[in-house]
């Protein structure tokens, strides 16, 4: 089961119906006409058989002509089953295929250009690209024709927007304001807009326009009282502890928190699992240790995530985006899965900051740096990194792109506006990958550096696949580089794609088996003679399997390999001999408040040692649920109490070292006796 982004309202774009001309009909059987087979197939999309749904429309697609209107019709139609499939590549080749095949001046395919772009917003918000989403789904709502479909693409646009280009989201949902007031809605779908006024006004700051949209989704939704509670209720609630709590009033929001029976299984558990881990501080991302984030995700049936989506972020929303890439990756024992009872495994909320223990920079930022200082030596500036919201910058970037393609279409300073432009995060995906491959093409005429190159090629290969998540799809995209003599015979170049594909292999793995693969190319850039012992690149390498032997339990093998790189090794996990804890608080550590109102949950907490024995500078990195025990973990480690450790210089004892809590109630006390 997925969660919903797009609502597909009125008559429901997914199930149209409608008439298609066989224009051109190449073999028709002698059973059957071309309308017959259409209809069929249509009426296949209503049942839960995608297989037959799409031989369907494969076998409609060969009895239409190439490049006819009607062959435009059955591809777009074909596209929501491919996606249903899992098959988001090929979904979005048929839906644009089909779209370039509707004429623009036909009014009778309104419908189905609208169903196209809707299509493609859902893979792109899907696959995180809010960018491209916004995109699609702009085009979904200028198209679209009747009130409902209007009202579920400004719904989905909204709902990208709110992380891209909060300002546009405003005025999305004020657009829907007025089709809404000349409407009759349900309330489950005036709730849905209600909601995501909540986000909007939660991620700009607006915490009492937060708390009072989110109480208004609730009531449209029959308040806390209601029989039935679904994943709308619980959401709608969610979001209301959320405002509550950053408005400073705990006692209502964890009121609330208890009414989405987040914390609260009667059977099972929600554990940490094996692979859950929160995304290192620094790297391409630059993700900071005072961001939070709140993502929301649910769980298939095998264990894997099948969604997440970003709900709230502190630090803004690519920092949401990133957190909820993130937990893509994550992954629990299907076993345990399915001793947890469906709805808790299609809402899960957990709040996340990033970790300290192996912080690392950017590989990106330094093959940045070789193209900037390249076309500094050809006399070209590169503008500087846009002051504000980056949606602001896009027009500005735009037109300088529109300059210097005019004066010289090939030329360095074309090639330094695509550079700034495709460094905005809310350029479409698709788009962004177009400008990678023009810019690669023109850094390769003039003779760009390895490197330089990089700073196109690797993104645009990327950029280029819409499966990337998919597992394996990431290291078959940019394993061949590494061959490729451009880069294979530079040092810095090699290093660089061969981190990246770890980094992105990573992320996006289910299973930590695949670590072993990772330590053999990271390897390859540690022991690259070419490379001196303190590049950046090693170095990296170096952190990167340190961090991989800590997790897998080989503390001696990551204190060496970390004390190799040249830094100082006063991570706690690696430590020879880690302080011990030498006293912790019992049970009135558990929030009494949590407790009152019948929640369990759990927390990972980072935190330094001093050498006196202190705990400094601890915080929450994970937490479910979100908000509830974060403060009680971190208190847990201020009143615990650890071994002195001498240090000459009185100072840090080790740091970053993590620890995990659950919060259980009395087994009373979860039978509700």
């Not at 790297?283 to 900071?288: E, H, R, S, T, W």
């Not at 808790?344 to 300290?356: A, D, F, I, N």
């Not at 196109?456 to 490729?484: H, N, Q």
């Amino acid at each position: 089961m997925r969660i919903k982004t797009i609502a597909l309202l009125g008559a429901g774009v997914l199930t149209m119906s409608g008439g298609l001309v066989p224009v051109g009909a190449q073999t028709p059987p002698p059973s059957t006409t071309v309308q017959q087979d259409f209809d069929a197939a249509t009426a296949l999309d209503a049942r839960p058989d995608r297989k037959a749904s799409l031989a369907a429309w494969e076998k409609l697609e060969t009895r239409t002509k190439a490049g006819s209107r009607s062959r435009g019709i059955v591809l777009v139609r074909k596209a929501p089953t491919l996606f249903a499939l899992n098959r988001a590549d090929e979904s979005v080749k048929a839906a644009r295929a089909g779209l370039a095949l509707l004429p623009a001046d036909d009014a009778s395919l309104a419908e189905d250009r609208t169903r196209a772009f809707l299509i493609l917003g859902q893979v792109a918000t899907d696959t995180l690209d809010y960018a491209g989403a916004v995109t699609a789904l702009q085009q979904a709502e200028a198209s679209a024709i009747t009130t409902g479909d209007k009202l579920g693409a400004m719904l989905a646009l909204a709902t990208a927007q709110i992380f891209i280009d909060p300002t546009a989201a405003a005025a999305t949902l004020a657009r829907s304001d007025t089709l809404i007031a000349k409407s009759k809605l349900e309330k489950s779908v005036a709730a849905r807009f209600a909601r995501e006024r909540t986000l909007l006004k939660l991620n700009t700051g607006d915490i009492a326009g937060a708390r009072a949209s989110a109480l208004q989704a609730i009531r449209l939704l029959g308040g806390l009282e209601t029989d039935k509670v679904d994943i709308m209720d619980a959401s709608a609630r969610s979001d209301a502890a959320i405002a509550f709590l950053l408005g400073g009033n705990a006692e209502e929001a964890r009121r609330y928190m208890a009414y989405t029976g987040a914390g609260r299984m009667v059977k099972g558990s929600f554990d940490p699992a094996a692979e859950m881990r929160s995304p290192d501080c620094g790297g391409d991302a630059g993700l900071k240790p005072q961001d939070v984030a709140v993502v929301e995700f649910n769980i298939a049936s095998d264990g894997t995530i099948d969604q997440a989506v970003p709900i709230y972020a502190a630090g803004g929303g690519q920092v949401a985006l990133e957190f909820a890439r993130a937990v893509k990756g994550w992954s629990w024992p299907a076993e345990k899965v399915q001793a947890i009872p469906a709805f808790y495994r299609y809402h899960v909320r957990v709040e996340m900051r990033c970790s300290t223990a192996f912080q690392r920079p950017s590989i990106g930022d330094g093959l940045d740096g070789v193209l900037e200082q390249w076309l500094s030596s050809k006399g070209v500036t590169v503008a500087p990194e846009p002051v504000g919201p980056q949606a602001a910058a896009l027009a500005g970037q735009r037109a300088e792109l529109a300059s210097a393609t005019a004066q010289s279409p090939d030329g360095l300073r074309t090639l330094a506006a695509i550079y700034r432009l495709t460094s905005n995060p809310t350029v479409a995906r698709e788009e962004r990958a177009a400008l990678y491959a023009r810019a690669l093409a023109i850094a390769k005429a003039n003779d760009a550096p390895p490197s330089a190159r990089l700073t196109f090629d690797l993104p645009g290969r990327v950029d280029a696949v819409t499966d990337i998540w998919k597992p394996g799809v990431f290291e078959r995209t940019l394993t061949p580089m590494v061959s490729e003599p451009v880069y294979a015979n530079d040092p810095q170049a090699r290093a660089a794609i061969r981190l990246i594909m770890v980094d992105g292999a990573v992320a996006r793995t289910r299973k930590s088996e695949k670590n072993d693969t990772a330590v053999v190319t990271l390897r390859q850039v540690a022991d690259d003679k070419a490379l001196r012992p303190n590049d950046p690149l090693r170095v990296g390498a170096l952190i990167r399997i340190a961090s991989i032997e800590e997790r897998n339990g080989q503390i001696d093998a990551a204190r060496a390999t970390f004390a190799s790189s040249g830094l100082t090794a006063n991570q706690c996990a690696i430590m020879d001999a880690p302080p011990k804890m030498v006293s912790k608080p019992g049970s009135e550590a558990f929030p009494m408040e949590a407790q009152r109102w019948g929640f369990e949950g759990w927390t990972q907490v980072q935190y330094d040692i001093g050498a006196d024995g202190n705990v400094v500078n601890q915080r929450a990195l994970l937490s479910y649920p979100p908000f509830i025990f974060s403060e009680a973990g971190t208190k847990f480690f201020t009143m615990a109490k650890y071994a002195k450790t001498y240090r000459p210089d009185g100072g840090l004892g080790c740091g970053a070292t993590t620890s995990r809590i659950k919060f259980l109630l009395p087994e009373s006390a979860r039978r509700g006796s």
